[in-house]
């Protein structure tokens, strides 16, 4: 997993219009999944090394937080503003969807897991305001616990998520916020599109 720098200015007026419009929603009316995790169990490495690998469906089995990606959880007013983040952001990267917009409260976490079932090329766009929070991960190689910490605004991650087929590019991973954090997911199924979408990133 690589930080990149977010230099596209269109790109960054979008996010930041997006986060702008994120503090300013109510968010405790949304239905968050789980109890908080208050000894920090499920992002721990004594949990990674509970989780049977075999029977591992790809899904974080632990989640303290929102996907308001999914109808259900999204209040009716926040639908067309969503969906004018999603039009905007898919015509400025090139891609097709936004697979998830997280949205962890304080003291929200996702647990480890791997997305096998949803592997290939991603791009990971978080934000926080103070930078108080975190990404963790499993390097795939050299089996080294990688935890990278948020900076105050947004950051971009992208890396490979293998399948159960590609046994050295499986990648577990976790996450954790101590403040409200959001988090928007792309899964991008060709290299070279991803490719190109990552250098967008970073144009000026």
Partial sequence: MEQLEIKNIELTELLNDTSNWFKSVDKSILPFQNKKDENEHYTSEKYLNEIDPEKHDGYPSYVHGADIAVLSVTPSSWRNKILEIDNTLNAILGS??????????????MSWHNNHNAHG??????????????????????????????????????????????????FWHCARAYEDRLTLGFVIPDQNMWEMMCDDIQDQ
């Fill in 121 to 170: 090329h991603n791009i990971l766009f978080s934000y926080t305001e103070q930078g108080d929070g975190w990404f963790r991960y499993k390097d795939p190689k050299t089996s080294e616990i990688v935890t990278m910490y948020d900076e105050p605004g947004w950051t971009a991650k992208v890396g490979y998520f293998g399948n159960n087929e590609e046994k050295d590019k499986i």
């Fill in 96 to 109: 097709q969807r936004c697979a998830v917009k997280m949205y962890y409260p304080k003291d929200g976490y």
